[in-house]
Protein backbone atom coordinates (compact mmCIF):
# COMPACT_ATOMS: atom_id res chain seq x y z
CA UNK A 1 0.00 0.00 0.00
CA UNK A 2 1.01 3.40 -0.77
CA UNK A 3 2.25 5.69 1.93
CA UNK A 4 -0.42 8.89 2.49
CA UNK A 5 0.53 12.20 2.82
CA UNK A 6 -1.98 13.83 5.32
CA UNK A 7 -2.26 17.14 4.68
CA UNK A 8 -4.90 19.71 6.68
CA UNK A 9 -6.17 22.49 4.28
CA UNK A 10 -7.53 25.83 5.95
CA UNK A 11 -11.04 25.73 5.67
CA UNK A 12 -12.33 28.60 2.87
CA UNK A 13 -11.02 30.65 -0.10
CA UNK A 14 -7.47 30.78 0.54
CA UNK A 15 -7.32 26.81 1.08
CA UNK A 16 -9.08 25.92 -2.20
CA UNK A 17 -6.32 28.33 -4.11
CA UNK A 18 -3.80 25.94 -1.78
CA UNK A 19 -5.52 22.87 -2.97
CA UNK A 20 -5.24 23.86 -6.36
CA UNK A 21 -1.14 24.29 -5.91
CA UNK A 22 -1.04 20.99 -4.52
CA UNK A 23 -3.54 19.53 -7.75
CA UNK A 24 -0.61 21.27 -9.68
CA UNK A 25 2.06 19.45 -7.30
CA UNK A 26 1.13 15.84 -8.34
CA UNK A 27 -1.81 15.34 -5.41
CA UNK A 28 -4.81 15.59 -6.99
CA UNK A 29 -8.25 14.30 -5.53
CA UNK A 30 -10.70 15.27 -7.28
CA UNK A 31 -13.27 14.24 -4.89
CA UNK A 32 -12.96 17.20 -3.15
CA UNK A 33 -14.57 19.62 -5.87
CA UNK A 34 -17.67 17.52 -4.46
CA UNK A 35 -20.39 20.19 -3.12
CA UNK A 36 -20.67 18.47 0.10
CA UNK A 37 -20.00 18.72 4.09
CA UNK A 38 -17.63 15.82 4.50
CA UNK A 39 -14.24 17.29 5.73
CA UNK A 40 -12.11 14.64 4.73
CA UNK A 41 -10.69 13.57 1.07
CA UNK A 42 -8.54 10.97 -0.07
CA UNK A 43 -7.05 9.53 -3.25
CA UNK A 44 -5.47 6.65 -2.63
CA UNK A 45 -3.52 6.32 -6.36
CA UNK A 46 -1.91 9.82 -6.04
CA UNK A 47 -1.24 8.86 -1.70
CA UNK A 48 -2.92 12.23 -0.69
CA UNK A 49 -5.75 12.81 2.24
CA UNK A 50 -6.98 16.40 2.92
CA UNK A 51 -9.04 17.36 5.85
CA UNK A 52 -9.98 21.09 5.76
CA UNK A 53 -9.98 22.27 9.20
CA UNK A 54 -10.19 25.55 11.02
CA UNK A 55 -7.18 27.81 9.62
CA UNK A 56 -6.25 28.74 13.27
CA UNK A 57 -6.36 24.88 14.03
CA UNK A 58 -4.06 23.65 11.08
CA UNK A 59 -0.87 24.11 13.60
CA UNK A 60 -1.97 21.89 16.16
CA UNK A 61 -2.52 19.04 13.72
CA UNK A 62 0.62 19.42 12.03
CA UNK A 63 2.48 20.04 15.34
CA UNK A 64 0.28 16.51 17.09
CA UNK A 65 1.06 14.78 14.09
CA UNK A 66 -2.75 14.31 12.66
CA UNK A 67 -1.41 15.86 9.31
CA UNK A 68 2.04 15.50 7.79
CA UNK A 69 1.82 19.07 6.28
CA UNK A 70 -0.79 22.12 6.48
CA UNK A 71 -0.85 25.90 5.17
CA UNK A 72 -1.00 28.23 8.46
CA UNK A 73 -0.83 31.71 8.58
CA UNK A 74 2.56 33.38 9.90
CA UNK A 75 0.50 35.05 12.29
CA UNK A 76 -0.80 31.48 13.95
CA UNK A 77 3.25 30.46 14.08
CA UNK A 78 4.28 33.96 15.80
CA UNK A 79 1.16 33.38 18.06
CA UNK A 80 1.38 29.79 19.23
CA UNK A 81 5.09 29.02 18.06
CA UNK A 82 4.19 25.55 17.42
CA UNK A 83 7.36 23.07 17.20
CA UNK A 84 6.75 22.33 13.76
CA UNK A 85 9.14 22.79 10.98
CA UNK A 86 8.41 26.08 8.47
CA UNK A 87 8.79 25.15 4.99
CA UNK A 88 7.76 27.80 2.70
CA UNK A 89 6.24 30.77 2.27
CA UNK A 90 3.92 30.90 -0.01
CA UNK A 91 3.21 34.01 -1.15
CA UNK A 92 -0.54 34.05 -0.56
CA UNK A 93 -2.72 35.59 2.00
CA UNK A 94 -0.66 38.63 2.64
CA UNK A 95 -2.04 40.83 5.20
CA UNK A 96 0.26 42.58 8.09
CA UNK A 97 0.47 42.59 12.13
CA UNK A 98 -0.81 46.05 12.74
CA UNK A 99 -0.91 48.16 16.13
CA UNK A 100 -3.91 50.49 15.12
CA UNK A 101 -5.95 53.29 17.07
CA UNK A 102 -8.48 56.19 16.99
CA UNK A 103 -7.40 58.59 14.30
CA UNK A 104 -4.90 61.34 16.34
CA UNK A 105 -3.89 58.87 19.05
CA UNK A 106 -0.50 60.31 20.82
CA UNK A 107 0.34 57.44 22.87
CA UNK A 108 1.26 58.99 26.23
CA UNK A 109 4.42 56.88 27.92
CA UNK A 110 3.97 57.67 31.18
CA UNK A 111 1.10 55.82 31.11
CA UNK A 112 0.54 51.71 30.79
CA UNK A 113 -0.89 51.17 27.27
CA UNK A 114 -3.85 49.37 26.91
CA UNK A 115 -3.66 46.60 24.11
CA UNK A 116 -6.64 44.67 23.04
CA UNK A 117 -5.61 42.05 20.73
CA UNK A 118 -6.52 38.45 20.08
CA UNK A 119 -2.24 37.75 19.21
CA UNK A 120 -1.50 38.48 23.08
CA UNK A 121 1.87 36.70 22.40
CA UNK A 122 2.89 38.59 19.19
CA UNK A 123 1.25 42.27 21.02
CA UNK A 124 3.66 41.18 24.47
CA UNK A 125 6.78 40.31 22.62
CA UNK A 126 6.62 43.52 20.28
CA UNK A 127 5.99 45.92 23.02
CA UNK A 128 8.65 43.59 25.11
CA UNK A 129 11.21 44.54 22.20
CA UNK A 130 10.25 48.23 22.59
CA UNK A 131 10.80 48.62 26.20
CA UNK A 132 7.28 49.72 26.52
CA UNK A 133 4.90 48.88 29.42
CA UNK A 134 1.28 47.06 28.91
CA UNK A 135 -1.57 45.96 29.31
CA UNK A 136 -3.20 43.00 27.02
CA UNK A 137 -6.58 43.14 26.90
CA UNK A 138 -6.82 39.17 24.86
CA UNK A 139 -10.68 39.11 23.10
CA UNK A 140 -11.59 36.72 20.41
CA UNK A 141 -12.78 39.06 17.72
CA UNK A 142 -14.26 42.33 16.79
CA UNK A 143 -11.16 43.35 18.59
CA UNK A 144 -11.76 47.48 16.35
CA UNK A 145 -14.74 48.06 19.22
CA UNK A 146 -12.09 48.33 22.20
CA UNK A 147 -10.74 51.19 21.48
CA UNK A 148 -13.98 53.31 20.52
CA UNK A 149 -15.74 52.23 23.70
CA UNK A 150 -12.54 52.78 25.92
CA UNK A 151 -11.88 49.58 26.97
CA UNK A 152 -8.09 49.88 24.94
CA UNK A 153 -5.97 52.78 23.82
CA UNK A 154 -4.93 50.91 20.45
CA UNK A 155 -5.47 47.20 19.26
CA UNK A 156 -3.07 44.80 17.83
CA UNK A 157 -5.12 43.30 14.59
CA UNK A 158 -4.54 41.43 11.37
CA UNK A 159 -5.04 44.52 8.81
CA UNK A 160 -5.47 43.18 4.87
CA UNK A 161 -7.31 45.61 3.05
CA UNK A 162 -7.85 48.60 5.74
CA UNK A 163 -11.37 48.24 5.21
CA UNK A 164 -12.61 47.33 8.58
CA UNK A 165 -9.89 50.14 10.01
CA UNK A 166 -11.69 52.47 8.20
CA UNK A 167 -15.28 51.99 8.80
CA UNK A 168 -14.41 52.35 12.63
CA UNK A 169 -12.35 55.55 12.47
CA UNK A 170 -8.90 53.72 13.36
CA UNK A 171 -5.82 54.28 11.44
CA UNK A 172 -2.60 52.10 11.77
CA UNK A 173 -0.07 53.03 14.39
CA UNK A 174 2.68 50.86 13.45
CA UNK A 175 3.39 47.70 11.06
CA UNK A 176 4.41 44.76 13.67
CA UNK A 177 4.82 42.28 10.96
CA UNK A 178 3.90 41.12 7.28
CA UNK A 179 2.11 37.89 7.07
CA UNK A 180 1.83 35.48 4.55
CA UNK A 181 0.66 31.51 4.17
CA UNK A 182 3.49 29.39 4.69
CA UNK A 183 3.59 25.51 4.34
CA UNK A 184 4.32 23.58 7.43
CA UNK A 185 5.18 20.17 8.27
CA UNK A 186 5.04 17.50 11.39
CA UNK A 187 8.92 17.01 12.73
CA UNK A 188 8.63 13.21 12.82
CA UNK A 189 5.95 13.03 10.18
CA UNK A 190 9.07 15.17 8.02
CA UNK A 191 11.49 12.21 8.73
CA UNK A 192 9.58 9.18 7.39
CA UNK A 193 7.75 10.97 4.19
CA UNK A 194 10.60 12.94 3.12
CA UNK A 195 10.26 12.52 -0.76
CA UNK A 196 7.16 13.04 -0.77
CA UNK A 197 7.37 16.28 1.71
CA UNK A 198 10.08 17.38 -0.01
CA UNK A 199 8.68 16.89 -3.78
CA UNK A 200 5.39 18.86 -3.05
CA UNK A 201 7.79 21.65 -1.75
CA UNK A 202 10.07 22.27 -4.54
CA UNK A 203 6.44 21.69 -6.74
CA UNK A 204 4.84 24.36 -4.78
CA UNK A 205 8.30 26.69 -4.54
CA UNK A 206 8.59 26.58 -8.47
CA UNK A 207 4.17 27.50 -8.87
CA UNK A 208 5.43 30.72 -5.89
CA UNK A 209 8.65 31.84 -8.33
CA UNK A 210 6.33 31.63 -11.21
CA UNK A 211 4.11 34.36 -9.64
CA UNK A 212 7.17 36.18 -8.58
CA UNK A 213 8.84 36.47 -12.37
C1 LIG B 1 -9.61 40.13 10.34
C2 LIG B 1 -9.13 41.19 11.31
C3 LIG B 1 -9.87 42.41 10.91
C4 LIG B 1 -10.12 42.21 9.42
C5 LIG B 1 -9.17 43.05 8.64
O1 LIG B 1 -10.74 39.55 10.83
O2 LIG B 1 -9.36 40.79 12.65
O3 LIG B 1 -11.07 42.52 11.61
O4 LIG B 1 -9.88 40.83 9.13
O5 LIG B 1 -9.40 42.99 7.26
P1 LIG B 1 -9.49 44.30 6.38
O6 LIG B 1 -8.27 45.12 6.65
O7 LIG B 1 -9.50 43.77 4.96
O8 LIG B 1 -10.74 45.02 6.71
P2 LIG B 1 -11.30 38.20 10.25
O9 LIG B 1 -12.34 38.48 9.24
O10 LIG B 1 -10.16 37.36 9.77
O11 LIG B 1 -11.97 37.48 11.47
P3 LIG B 1 -12.07 37.79 13.02
O12 LIG B 1 -13.18 38.77 13.18
O13 LIG B 1 -12.36 36.45 13.61
O14 LIG B 1 -10.75 38.34 13.48
Known sequence: MKTMLNVALPKGRLGEKVYSMFEKAGFPCPSIKEVNRKLIFENEDAG???????PSDVAIYVERGAADVGIAGKDILLEYEPDIYELLDLGIGKCRMAVAAPKGFRDDVRKTLRVATKFSNIAQNYYASLGRDIDIIHLNGS????PILGLSDVIVDIVETGTTLKENNLEVVETVVPISARLIANKTG???KTAQIEKVTNCLKQQVECKND
Not at 48 to 54: I, L, N
Open 190 to 192: YKF
Open 48 to 54: VRYFWVK
Open 143 to 146: IEIA
